[in-house]
């Protein structure tokens, strides 16, 4: 697998540097929830790796929803435009934390957010762990973001091509 990877670009140590961090700040930020519920809304399949690394720097009490997008058909590293999304969570009246692996197009977290608000939730902050540097991915809002990186396919750490290469424990380029 890893003679497939051009680079890795960013390594296991980092990523857990940089995900302890986001449980850091988004401990902070909902310490005065109080008793209102938030939900944990994980964008499968790509946020698989990040959600149950993430979760464990969450130590308040907080319910894990999980939900379906894809916005790729067959070997593409192209995003579709319109992604499908599976089931939605159950969020009335919680505070949301919707955490995706990576802001691309920004078209799944953009569509995700828009279905949740129409689900009357009391908040929604969203949380992603890469951001590709693009003006698409810029303007969506995304009140925590892992890592900024240049416009390249990535891979590892639950992101995939073709549905290989989640397991790689690093985020790698490759160049299908
Ligand atoms: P967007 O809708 O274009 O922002 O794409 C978001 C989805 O496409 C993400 O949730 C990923 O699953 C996938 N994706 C976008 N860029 C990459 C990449 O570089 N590697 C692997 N998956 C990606
Ligand atoms: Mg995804």
């Given at each position: 697998?890893?003679?497939?990877?051009?680079?890795?670009?960013?390594?296991?140590?980092?990523?857990?540097?940089?995900?302890?961090?986001?449980?850091?700040?988004?401990?902070?930020?909902?310490?005065?929830?109080?008793?209102?519920?938030?939900?944990?809304?994980?964008?499968?399949?790509?946020?698989?790796?990040?959600?149950?690394?993430?979760?464990?720097?969450?130590?308040?009490?907080?319910?894990?929803?999980?939900?379906?997008?894809?916005?790729?058909?067959?070997?593409?590293?192209?995003?579709?435009?319109?992604p499908m999304?599976?089931?939605?969570?159950?969020?009335?009246?919680?505070?949301?934390?919707?955490?995706?692996?990576?802001?691309?197009?920004?078209?799944?977290?953009?569509?995700?957010?828009?279905?949740?608000?129409?689900?009357?939730?009391?908040?929604?902050?969203?949380?992603?762990l890469l951001?590709?540097?693009?003006?698409?991915?810029?303007?969506?809002?995304?009140?925590?973001?892992?890592?900024?990186?240049?416009?390249?396919?990535?891979?590892?750490?639950?992101?995939?091509?073709?549905?290989?290469?989640?397991?790689?424990?690093?985020?790698?380029?490759?160049?299908?």
């Amino acid at each position: 697998m890893i003679q497939d990877i051009d680079q890795i670009l960013i390594a296991r140590g980092a990523i857990s540097d940089r995900v302890r961090e986001l449980g850091e700040a988004i401990t902070k930020n909902l310490e005065d929830v109080g008793e209102h519920e938030i939900a944990l809304v994980a964008v499968m399949t790509g946020s698989l790796i990040f959600v149950a690394d993430l979760m464990r720097h969450l130590p308040m009490k907080i319910q894990i929803q999980l939900m379906t997008a894809s916005s790729y058909i067959g070997k593409s590293t192209k995003s579709n435009n319109d992604p499908m999304l599976g089931k939605l969570p159950e969020v009335k009246g919680m505070h949301v934390l919707l955490v995706d692996d990576i802001l691309d197009s920004g078209k799944t977290l953009t569509r995700i957010r828009t279905e949740l608000e129409q689900l009357q939730p009391r908040s929604i902050q969203s949380c992603v762990l890469l951001r590709k540097k693009l003006d698409s991915a810029m303007h969506v809002p995304c009140e925590y973001v892992g890592f900024d990186i240049e416009d390249e396919f990535v891979v590892g750490y639950g992101l995939d091509y073709d549905g290989y290469y989640r397991n790689l424990p690093d985020i790698g380029i490759i160049s299908p």
